[in-house]
């Protein structure tokens, strides 16, 4: 019963250093999403995949890449570390068919 | 694009009062949720609530939808320290294939 797991839990980058943040769920669920939270701003959506090989974005997408070739996995991809880019990020799962969504623990990424 | 207001944004109550936060989106939406978040942690799901006037209660949790009003409540009834913590609402955008916005949070504080 894993549900959705990210990995890692807490993460440190140098500027322009890449990194990929990985997203895994076993619920077979179709729509998978990605969301940044910072401090007083709740959490914004960066990208989202409503299906294997479908991704789209959100609100703040601009210096994240993703891709989705499995239903089970949505990685998210720094191509070049921001110091902005320091936030906690969480993935979300759902279902057409249900009406829970499912986030994971939460990565904790800084960029120095 | 929807957008999302929650009231207050802090909230300092004594235990055994009630209180209520006000969550009010812009546009059109098919259902929404609440969450709570305690520091440190992921989202822990309290309430989908998926027509107008949709009334649930969980414990001394009640949310409620008015969809009409594009506003949904979480009523506080007699506070306890435990309810401490960190409430966001998400209303979901864009019909079945859409997703969670977030509103900035209203972080409660319960105080004996």
């Known amino acids: 019963n894993a549900g959705v797991t990210q990995t890692p839990k807490f993460q440190v980058l140098k500027t322009g250093q890449s990194m990929t943040l990985q997203c895994a769920q076993d619920m077979n669920h179709e729509y998978m999403s990605w969301y940044r939270q910072d401090p007083g701003m709740g959490l914004r959506l960066i990208h989202y995949?409503?299906?294997?090989?479908?991704?789209d974005q959100g609100e703040v997408p601009n210096g994240y890449n993703v891709s989705r070739s499995t239903t089970e996995d949505f990685p998210l991809r720094l191509l070049s570390a921001a110091p902005s880019q320091t936030s906690v990020y969480f993935c979300a799962s759902s279902s057409g068919t249900s009406t829970e969504a499912f986030f994971g623990q939460g990565t904790r990424l800084t960029v120095v | 694009e929807l957008k999302v207001e929650q009231n207050p944004l802090f909230l300092s109550m004594q235990e055994g009062k009630n209180y209520t936060i006000y969550c009010n989106y812009s546009?059109?939406?098919?259902?929404l949720y609440w969450y709570r978040q305690d520091p440190g942690k992921s989202l822990e799901s309290l309430f989908v609530l998926l027509s107008n006037g949709a009334v649930k209660q969980e414990g001394r949790l009640m949310a409620s939808l008015d969809t009409k009003a594009r506003l949904s409540t979480l009523h506080i009834t007699a506070a306890v320290h435990d309810l401490s913590a960190t409430y966001f609402c998400a209303p979901r955008y864009g019909g079945s294939q859409g997703n969670l916005i977030f509103g900035k949070g209203t972080k409660l504080s319960v105080k004996p």
């Open positions: 995949s409503v299906g294997a090989g479908i991704t």
């Open positions: 546009t059109t939406s098919d259902r």
